[in-house]
């Protein structure tokens, strides 16, 4: 069965430090894995995707990493802020006869406390 | 402005009474999904649309019947709905281009859906 593995289930950390959350995949055939942020009673809004030949991608503080042959993917915060306080969701496309099918991680909760 | 619009957004119905919620995108996207979220389980895929007339299951299809007659619009239909069905439901849209899905999913403001 596709599975999404997120960790940790929720983090706490001070404003100013840095992050990781990690995103573990068994979906085959893969197409690509996209890292979500979800602020509380809001939809979620993309950050990144990691196509099956990228390594790494930045968007501002968010930088994600994709290891293909590995199945994980993590997602590093640099500098944190208040404002990053969120549910964080990794999803993951299927290829094939799987393409029009999404598998969601559960979500890393992140706290950032000032 | 680029949006997935959901109506309503927050509904308190019984138990067996037939409700839609509504969904609508303003971008031309082939692709639309609905999703609902439960704490502790994330985000799951109730059905998906490729494209007009075309429609197929998610993971959760059970209680749940769509319809995709036109581009923009993708409700969600429960026949008759049961407390289990109790939670927050995201609609969401995606651009085919080029025939892959490679673009980021648009989703609306979530549904709220409360049955007694």
């Known amino acids: 069965k596709n599975q999404v593995e997120q960790s940790p289930q929720s983090l706490i950390i001070l404003e100013g430090k840095n992050c990781t959350l990690q995103?573990?995949?068994?979906?085959?055939?893969?197409?690509?894995l996209r890292w979500y942020k979800q602020d509380t009673g809001r939809g979620p809004v993309s950050l990144t995707i990691?196509?099956?030949?990228?390594n790494t991608k930045s968007n501002g503080r968010y930088t994600a990493t994709l290891d293909a042959d590995t199945k994980q993917s993590s997602l590093h915060i640099t500098a944190s802020q208040l404002s990053d306080s969120a549910s964080y969701i990794c999803?993951?496309?299927?290829?094939?006869?799987?393409?029009?099918?999404?598998?969601f991680g559960q979500g890393t909760i992140l706290t950032v406390h000032p | 402005e680029a949006q997935v619009t959901q109506n309503p957004r927050y509904l308190i119905t019984v138990t067996g009474k037939k409700l839609t919620v509504t969904c609508s995108q303003n971008?031309?996207?082939?692709?639309m999904s609905w999703y609902r979220q439960d704490p502790g389980l994330g985000l799951r895929q109730i059905y998906y649309?490729?494209?007009?007339?075309?429609?197929d299951k998610g993971d959760v299809p059970e209680g749940y019947k769509v319809s995709r007659k036109e581009k923009r619009n993708f409700p969600l239909i429960l026949e008759s709905p049961s407390p289990n069905q109790t939670s927050l439901y995201f609609c969401?849209?995606?651009?085919?281009?080029?025939?892959?899905?490679?673009?980021?999913?648009?989703f609306g403001e979530g549904s709220r859906l409360t049955v007694l």
């Open positions: 971008m031309n996207h082939e692709y």
């Open positions: 990691m196509t099956f030949s990228e």
């Open positions: 999803v993951v496309r299927g290829g094939g006869t799987s393409y029009g099918k999404l598998t």
């Open positions: 649309s490729m494209n007009v007339e075309v429609t």
């Open positions: 969401a849209s995606i651009s085919l281009a080029g025939g892959l899905l490679t673009g980021e999913l648009f």
């Open positions: 995103c573990n995949y068994t979906v085959s055939p893969f197409s690509n």
